[in-house]
């Protein structure tokens, strides 16, 4: 009896530690507009404690302490269904990926095939966990975005390389997000809505 009760603790214990989780999750933050880069001399100047301050706990674990967020977790799943925009870095606000770069690897975390502004963006070897990898950072404030892999094959490339050869596997709780401003995908919409109305005129 008592190992029941005990099992049963372990196993109540188990489910909040993992609701805590899911609720305590960094949710990628949406804004309408570009947010102010800082430079790169005011990203240097940042205090290890001043960043734990600015960012959330996620975020700084990432972006500070080179972690890695959960794979398939609530950002990615919001990753998956944001629309075309912008990704800038959470840390610094630079400009680092687009959703034209964008592509479904299957692995559960953010993937793109380049950098929408490649000076933003350095790369560097990465020896820790026994394996030799290549460390994506944002170039402008030093901070940890994740990894990037050569010459993998993606169904979504028809079996194919990405058309850089790249993936860049990102974590998503360290990007902001600014959808493509709406203006654009209105003009674009009324311009089909007329070549339409034209098309159809001569049949009348
Ligand atoms: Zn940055």
Known sequence: MKIFS?????????SVYLYAQEKGETVMPVAEEAPKAMTKEEAAKLTDEEWRKRLTPEQYAILRKAGTERSWGKVYK??????GGTYYCAGCNAELFSSKEKFDSQCGWPSFYDPSKAKNVKTREDRSAFMVRTEVLCARCDGHLGHVFTGERFPAFNG??????QRYCINGTVLKFVPFAKEDGEAEKTEKKESKTKESDPAK
């Open 6 to 14: 005990l099992l049963l603790a372990v196993a109540v214990a188990w």
């Open 78 to 83: 919001e990753f998956k269904a944001q629309g």
């Open 160 to 165: 194919e390389q990405t058309p850089t050869g």
